[in-house]
């Protein structure tokens, strides 16, 4: 019996790639694309004052498309590709259709779909960065600081958490779809550089209120539903954990809203957007080191867990740490992606199945891969100790080594241009730094001139010119 006409292979489509796996991987790929441009530059540019929503939006645009430019020429071969030393690549581009049209290192669809898909990632780290930076970076500062640091930081943990080489991979830590690589390292990485950097004015940081809250849902939103493919994609085929991994991601995100909402409530009298929004990215990053290996029941918990902790120390905790209370971290990235991440990796070390580790992994010694819970269940406490051993290392590891990188990435920099925006910059905002106004009416004056040439006279007619008018007014017209 022969096979339909679409599924035969031809040069376009070899017999090694598998057309469905290939058209989800690009799917949510784009997905993950989405939720940085413009599911982050939307909720960053509404979240803060007016005054800074050009400025905080462009940081974020600007790193995406940085982030790819650099991930082509050179980091991605840098994060997957053959080993230099235990925990980097050999640097090398992914321009040539060759390479990029051959079968990628895992998974039934080209290099070029691997690349893309691992760019986006990529991306979205330098993004989730710039959430602890915004209202006072040079943005000349940024804009040497994220090709630095996607090369000398991303780039070595991904490779030793990630790639088949990476010492961290053999070692055997599970890292379903970024806990580590994205959310730790760029929580850590964002309170390191916020450190540097220095805070905003006194006046800002009493007062730094969103200029539109409706549009932060907008951008939450899609940040939250474009983690079906930040999740879902982690497994690199269209298969069964992928499903799981998407379920679990909602079911934990759900919790973890609850639980914080609830939490405002009881505590300060009444439920926040922002509390909610925080609530949904801790759920989100919680549970993205373990969606696909970790069931249902255990996702819930997780949820709850991530509602809970994070929700104590940015409320409570960051008040009565000195150390904290110094750092100026506006989108609190540090508790929702620091905390949240390191939360989600101990647990996936204490929930993860070992039958759902081998459909993920599907490699021989998949025994390795087992939660202390199931550990203590089956008689193997010591691989549920060993594993629960790695994922606290490897947390050890992202935080000490992205606090150095960063440190130094950012005395480099400083070398160069400052890292922090003049006096008078940061009293003006988006119109000092890129002459431009996110908000062209609100509520002052603006001038309507209309001046015709009189050709008569040879003079400017100015019988067109009209008044000045207030908002209100131009609203009653």
């Known amino acids: 019996m022969e096979l339909p006409s679409n599924l035969l292979a031809d040069e376009a489509s ?47 645009f600007y790193a995406f498309a940085a982030v790819l430019l650099c991930w082509v020429s050179w980091a991605f071969r840098m994060s997957f590709g053959d080993k230099l030393v235990f925990f980097l690549g050999k640097p090398g581009v992914a321009l040539d259709e060759k390479f990029l049209l051959g079968q990628a290192f895992l998974g039934l669809f080209p290099t070029a779909t691997m690349v893309f898909f691992q760019g986006v990632f990529a991306g979205i780290t330098l993004i989730l960065i710039a959430g602890a930076l915004l209202g006072r970076m040079n943005i000349r500062a ?46 850590v990485a964002g309170v390191t550089a916020a450190y540097w950097v220095g805070p905003r004015s006194e006046k800002e940081r009493e007062n730094f209120a969103s200029n539109n809250m409706m549009v932060v849902l907008a951008g939450a939103g899609l940040l939250w539903m474009g983690w079906s493919g930040f999740n879902g994609a982690a497994p690199f085929v269209a298969s069964t954990v992928a499903s799981l991994a998407v379920l679990n991601t909602h079911v934990c995100t759900s919790a973890s809203v609850v639980v914080w ?54 409320m409570v905790l960051h008040n009565k740490v000195p150390f904290l209370k110094q750092i100026d971290d506006p ?71 992205n606090f150095v990188t960063t440190s130094l990435i950012c005395l480099l920099v400083g070398l160069i241009v400052p890292l922090r925006l003049n006096t008078d910059a940061l009293h003006m905002g988006d119109k000092a730094i890129h002459g431009e106004e996110a908000f062209a009416l609100h509520g002052e004056a603006t001038k309507f001139e209309n001046l015709k040439h009189n050709k008569i006279y040879d003079t400017q007619d100015f019988s067109f010119v009209k008044e000045s008018r207030s908002l209100g007014q131009l609203q009653m017209v």
């Open 331 to 401: 989108m609190a990235v540090f508790h929702t992606h620091a905390i949240a991440g390191a939360l989600g990796g101990i647990l996936t070390g204490f929930f993860a199945v070992p039958k759902l580790c081998r459909l993920f992994y599907m490699v021989p010694d998949w025994e390795k891969y087992i939660g202390l819970f199931y550990g203590l269940q089956n008689g193997a406490t010591h691989a549920g100790l060993r594993q629960m051993a790695i994922q606290v290392g490897a947390i050890a590891f992202v935080i000490c080594f």
């Open 142 to 187: 940024w804009m040497l600081f994220v090709p630095l640091w996607v090369t000398f930081s991303y780039s070595v943990t991904a490779f030793s958490i990630w790639c088949p080489d990476g010492w961290l991979a053999k070692l055997g830590v599970i890292d379903f779809a970024g806990g580590y690589v994205i959310h730790l390292s760029a929580g």
């Open 261 to 314: 909402v609830l939490l405002d409530t009881f505590c300060f009298g009444k439920p926040t957007v922002f509390g909610a929004v925080q609530g949904m990215i801790t759920g989100l990053v919680c549970i993205t080191p373990a969606a696909g290996v970790v069931q249902g029941w255990a996702a819930i918990l997780m949820g709850l867990i991530s509602g809970s902790v994070p929700w104590y120390t940015m």
């Open 14 to 60: 070899p017999e090694w790639m598998n057309k469905g796996d290939n058209a989800w991987q690009l799917t949510a790929a784009t997905l993950v694309g989405l939720q940085s441009i413009p599911g982050l530059v939307i909720l960053y540019g509404s979240l803060v004052k007016k005054t800074w929503a050009i400025n905080s939006a462009f940081m974020a």
